[in-house]
């Protein structure tokens, strides 16, 4: 089976945004779906161990923004690869809150004000099927879509994303190392300078982590 034909299967990519116990919470997907016209009716998916899902279960209302090619690149490794458990992931971008969600105003094209109306389990992730309250256009930039964000921006799928697919591994003399935000590995054999001879100050060139968050593979 060839998991990598889901690639070829369009997506944009959005930032899902709420509230809860007082403190704004969002990440990225790329799973936002119209389902009807008259009615309004949206869903998205989030996996059960993001920590945005157990808040949007329990505020029962989100915000969606379109990512656009103008997008701050800071903004999409911040609120993809890092979890709002624990960071402050609104911190130095533009957002407004509306109707007492966050909406992130930061290069997006717009918002929808999403209700929810039901949840449907679906193993590792959760569909949340939600009635749109308002929506507005903000900008009428390119929408990024997810072929762009892998093909331009060179970005990788979080592991809890849905199109998350592991890479596979070549055995070699020379030393990897994985990011365990993102997942993506450092290979000394095509770098210029080996991983440990790195400068501390070095990040990952995807999701932005320091150092630490890499382990040798």
Not at 127 to 153: D, G, Q, W
Request: charged share 25%; net charge negative; aromatic share 12%.
């Amino acid at each position: 089976m060839d998991k990598t034909l889901f690639h070829d299967i369009s997506y944009g990519m959005f930032i899902i945004t709420t509230n809860y116990n007082q403190q704004n919470v969002g990440c990225i997907i790329n799973t936002f779906c119209q389902i009807t016209s008259e009615d309004m009716i949206v869903t998205i998916s989030l996996n059960k161990n993001n920590f945005t899902n157990k808040a949007v279960k329990e505020s029962k209302c989100f915000t969606v923004s379109i990512i656009s090619e103008n997008t701050n690149p800071d903004l999409i490794k911040k609120f993809g690869f890092y979890t709002s458990k624990d960071t402050d992931k609104f911190s130095g971008f533009e957002y407004e809150i509306i109707s007492n969600l966050p909406v992130l105003k930061e290069n997006t094209n717009g918002y929808f004000l999403c209700n929810v109306i039901d949840v449907v389990d679906c193993g590792t992730h959760d569909i949340f099927i939600a009635k749109v309250a308002n929506c507005e256009r903000l900008n009428n930039f390119t929408p990024m879509t997810y072929s762009y964000y892998h093909k331009v921006v060179k970005g990788k799928a979080p592991k809890n994303a849905p199109t998350y697919i592991e890479e596979k591994i070549e055995k070699s003399s020379a030393k990897k190392y994985k990011c365990l935000l993102c997942g993506y590995i450092y290979d000394d054999s095509k770098e210029s300078v080996k991983f440990e001879d790195l400068n501390d100050d070095w990040t990952c060139p995807i999701c932005g982590a320091s150092k630490s968050y890499f382990e040798e593979i």
